[in-house]
């Protein structure tokens, strides 16, 4: 009998916070998507602001960057099959088992939770896929500190039926040293996903992963302090999960934090993954 807690809504035996304050080094782009580029003048590209006017970093932006991250590690270190989520691309789908799933859903639950189980990657499982919702939920991000920088850039613009133009435009970013939140949450999760969570941050950390736009021009760079690891329940989820000592409670800035973790990472870096089943 496969212990399927990991995946289980209905009963909670774990759960797990990591929270911190984001610092950026570089200038931080995450757009509203409500420009307009006009030859004529200089258009203004906005960025997303809450309903405060204050730039936000939305929960679904740092799913996206997980999620994203994520694959890259997977794919490349661990050797294991997961799929990119975007589109079509989504491990049911590819299977073609979507329709099934559906339909155990309201027909069998036990026979939706296995197939969710064996033909679903850990990206799936944790960050959702199709309709069903993740496990891990990304707060949004709202600013401690902050100030707005614009710089003038050349956008290329292409509108249906006509050729390229260039125009400049007047980008916003939130300038370099400004703060934000930052929290994670999530129900049930084994040993090595907290491990895996924290080798994504850790890449944030540490440059390797970018935030935002206008990467290519340097923009995206943040560092993570005064982080907090809370981990209420019990301390091992699924047969394949590895033994973790307690650590509720560990605090410290990024590589503090990141080094103390270590035995979740390790734990990532050694579990063997069931799943996806071809
Ligand atoms: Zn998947």
């Known amino acids: 009998m496969v212990d399927y807690t990991f995946i289980r809504r209905d009963l909670i035996k774990r759960q797990t916070s990591i929270e911190g304050t984001i610092v950026l080094t570089a200038p931080l782009r995450i757009g509203s998507g409500k420009s307009s580029f006009d030859p004529a003048s200089i258009a203004r590209d906005p960025i997303l602001r809450n309903a405060n006017g ?3 970093i939305p929960g679904s932006s740092w799913k996206g960057i997980f999620r994203s991250t994520g694959e890259r590690i997977l794919s490349s270190n661990k050797n294991i099959e997961v799929c ?4 079509r691309d989504h491990c049911l789908n590819k299977r073609r088992l979507y329709d099934r799933f559906q339909q155990s859903i ?4 036990n026979e939706a939770i296995e197939i969710f189980w064996k033909y679903t990657c850990l990206n799936c499982k944790l960050f959702g896929t199709m309709s069903v919702v ?3 939920r990304f707060l949004d991000s709202i600013p401690i500190t902050y100030s707005i920088g614009i710089r003038t850039m050349v956008a290329i613009s292409r509108t249906e ?11 916003e970013y939130v300038e370099p040293g ?6 994670l949450i999530g129900n049930n999760l084994p040993n090595y996903a907290i491990g895996y969570l924290l080798t994504i941050m850790n890449s944030i950390h540490s440059g390797m992963t970018q935030v935002g736009g206008h990467k290519s021009r340097g923009f995206g760079f943040v560092k993570f302090e005064r982080l ?10 699924g047969d394949e999960d590895i033994e973790v000592k ?3 409670g560990t605090e410290g800035d990024g590589d503090k934090f990141f080094e103390a973790m270590k035995p979740f990472m390790e734990a990532f870096n050694n579990a063997k993954i069931p799943y996806p089943e071809k």
């Open 228 to 237: 907090k690891f809370t981990d209420i329940g019990v301390k091992k989820v």
């Open 106 to 109: 309201v027909n069998d639950v």
């Open 84 to 87: 990119s989520g975007v589109g």
């Open 161 to 171: 039926g006509a050729a390229a133009s260039k125009a400049l435009v007047q980008v």
């Open 54 to 56: 204050e730039p936000v």
């Open 134 to 136: 993740g496990i891990v």
């Open 246 to 248: 307690d650590m509720n």
């Open 178 to 183: 400004s703060k934000f939140t930052f929290r």
